[in-house]
C-alpha cells in the first residue's frame, strides 16, 4: 500500500544519511559544494558544516525551532547550498511557516533544479499555501524527473480531485495504471470518478481496459455490464451477464438484466427461462414476478400470466399489478366475464387509481356493456385528462352509446392535436360510417380520414374493415368486398368484420355465402371473444 508522506520522509532521511557519510568521509567536502557545478573543485567553510550538522540533528529530534537557527547561520557562511536551503524550508514547514518556507524552497531551486525532493517540498508547500497551479506545476515536474515514480501522481490525481478537476484526475490516473500496472486498484478508482460525475463515456473505456485486465473478475464484469447497459450496448451487456451466469456468480438483479437485454433483442424464449429459473429457486420479489408475467405475455402464453399474477396478488395485495395481469390473461384465454370480475374487484379495492379505472372501462367496451363502461373511463380521464389512448376508448363508447355530438368533439380534440394518428383516423371514421342512414357528406369525411389512416398503416385489418364498410354504405358493394375480404385475411376471427362481410355478399345476390359468415360470427360471440372492430393502441 501506497503511503506518500511515510514514502518522502524516508527519502529525506536517506538523502541527510548519505550527506552525513560523505561529510565524514571525504576531507573538505560539505553539501551542496557541488550542486551547480559538479566538475568544480571548491573548498568550504567547517562552521558551515558544523551548523547543517545542528540543523539535522534538531530536525530528527524534533526540534524545529533550533534547526531553522542553525541552518540560518550554516547559511551565513554557504550561501550556495541547495541542501542547506532545503532544510530549511523543511524546518520552516514543520513550524507552519509555509510563505517563508517557500522563500526557502525557491532558493533551493534555483541552485538544483532537476532535484525531484526540492519539488516535492514546493509541491507539499504550494498546498499548504493553497497556491494548487504552483502545486500542480511541481509534481510535474517531480514526476519528469523521476519518469519511474508513481508517488507525485498519486499525489497529483488527490489534489485534482480537491480542486474538483474530476477529469484530469482520471487521466493521472489512467497514467499511474501505464507506468505500473501492479496498481490494481487505480482504473477501478478511474471509474468510480468517472461515474460519480456522470461521463460514462469514459467510464465505459475505463472499465473496458479493466476487462480486459481482468476478465473474470465478478465486480468488474457487474460493473461493466451496467455501464454497458446504461451506454446501450446491449450487445456487449448480453454478453457480460451470460458469462456472469454460466460462472454462476449472477446476482437476481443480474438475472432479471439479462432476461431484459434479452427481451428487446426479442428473444422472448431465453428471457423466459432465466426468469422461470428464478422462479422455480423461490425467488418472489415483485421484479420477478413482474418480469416473468411480461415475458409470458409477450410469449402468449396466458396460463402462466394467469398463475404468476395470482402469486402477485397474495404476495402484494396491496398493488394493481396481480389484478392487472390476470385479468388480461382471462381475457386472452376468451374469459372476458372473469376478467371483468377481477377489475370489478380491484376498482373496490383501488377506486382512485387511473390505470385499473382504464382498464375496466376497456373489458366492458369489449363486452359491449358501454353504459356501464363510461363512468370508469371518465373517472381515469379526469386523473390522466392528457392520456390520448384513454380519449380514444371514450369517444368510441360515446359512439357506441350513439352519443355523437360528444364523440365527434372528442374525436377532433385528438385529431387537432395530431392529424396524423392512425388509430383516432380510423375510429371516428368507422363511427361516422357506421351511423343509422349517414350522410354522403359525412362518409365522404369518412372515406378521407380512413384512407389516410390505411396510407399510415396499411396492413391493418381493422383500418381495412373500416375503409370497406364506407364503401358498403356508399352502394360499392364489390369494392366493398375487396376490402373486407383483406381484413379478413390479416384477421378472420373478427366477429364484427365477418358481418360486414355477410352484409356484402347479401347485397351481391349470395345468401348462401353470406349465411357462412353470419354463422362464423355467431360462433366466436358463443365464444365470449371481443368483437370490437375498431382499433386499439394498448
Known sequence: M??????????????????????????????????????????????????????????????????????????????????????????????????????????????????????????????????????????????????????????????????????DAIETYLLIADRDPGQVHVLPRAGELALSVGDLERAYLVYQRLHRQQPDDSRVLRTYAEICLRTERYQEALEIYEQLLASGVASTANRLQLAWLYTQGKEMESAFDVIAALLDEGHRQWEVLSTYGGVASELGNYQELARVSQLMREIYPDSTGGYTGLAIARSFRDDLKGAIAVMEEAVARFPAHTDVNYLLGRLYYDAERYKDAEGPLLGALARRPSARYIKRILASTWASLEKFRVSDSL????????????????????????????????????????????????????????????????????????????????????????????????????????????????????????????????
Open 2 to 167: 501506497r503511503v506518500a508522506s511515510k514514502l518522502t520522509a524516508v527519502k529525506l532521511r536517506l538523502a541527510r544519511a548519505t550527506v552525513l557519510i560523505l561529510l565524514l568521509a571525504v576531507p573538505g567536502a560539505f553539501p551542496g559544494a557541488q550542486e551547480k557545478n559538479p566538475g568544480q573543485q571548491r573548498q568550504y567553510d567547517s562552521r558551515a558544516l558544523s551548523h547543517y550538522l545542528d540543523a539535522d540533528l534538531a530536525m530528527l529530534q524534533g526540534e524545529y525551532s533550533q534547526a531553522v537557527t542553525s541552518y540560518e547561520l550554516a547559511l551565513r557562511y554557504d550561501s550556495s547550498s541547495a541542501t542547506i536551503y532545503l532544510g530549511l524550508a523543511e524546518a520552516l514547514m514543520q513550524l507552519e511557516r509555509p510563505q517563508r518556507a517557500n522563500q526557502a524552497g525557491q532558493k533551493a531551486l534555483q541552485l538544483q533544479p532537476d532535484d525531484p525532493l526540492v519539488h516535492e517540498m514546493l509541491a507539499r508547500n504550494a498546498t499548504a499555501r493553497e497556491d494548487y497551479q504552483a502545486a500542480l506545476h511541481h509534481l510535474d515536474e517531480w514526476a519528469r524527473l523521476e519518469p519511474t515514480e508513481i508517488d507525485p501522481l498519486f499525489r497529483k490525481a488527490a489534489l485534482q480531485i480537491k480542486i474538483n478537476k474530476i477529469n
Open 411 to 538: 374525436y377532433e380534440v385528438l385529431l387537432l392535436s395530431d392529424h396524423d394518428d392512425p388509430v383516432t383516423l380510423n375510429n371516428y371514421a368507422y363511427s361516422l360510417a357506421d351511423r343509422a342512414n349517414p350522410s354522403r357528406k359525412q362518409l365522404k369525411m369518412a372515406r378521407k380520414m380512413s384512407k389516410r389512416s390505411l396510407k399510415l398503416q396499411p396492413g391493418n385489418s381493422s383500418f381495412l374493415d373500416t375503409y370497406g364498410w364506407i364503401w358498403y354504405q356508399l352502394g360499392r358493394y364489390r369494392k366493398a368486398r375487396k376490402y373486407i375480404a383483406q381484413s379478413l385475411e390479416v384477421k378472420g376471427d373478427n366477429a364484427i368484420v365477418l358481418d360486414h362481410c355477410g352484409d356484402v355478399y347479401l347485397e351481391l345476390g349470395d345468401p348462401d355465402q353470406a349465411e357462412n359468415y353470419f354463422q362464423q360470427a355467431r360462433e366466436i360471440r358463443e365464444s365470449g371473444q371481443p368483437t370490437q372492430v375498431r382499433a386499439s393502441d394498448e
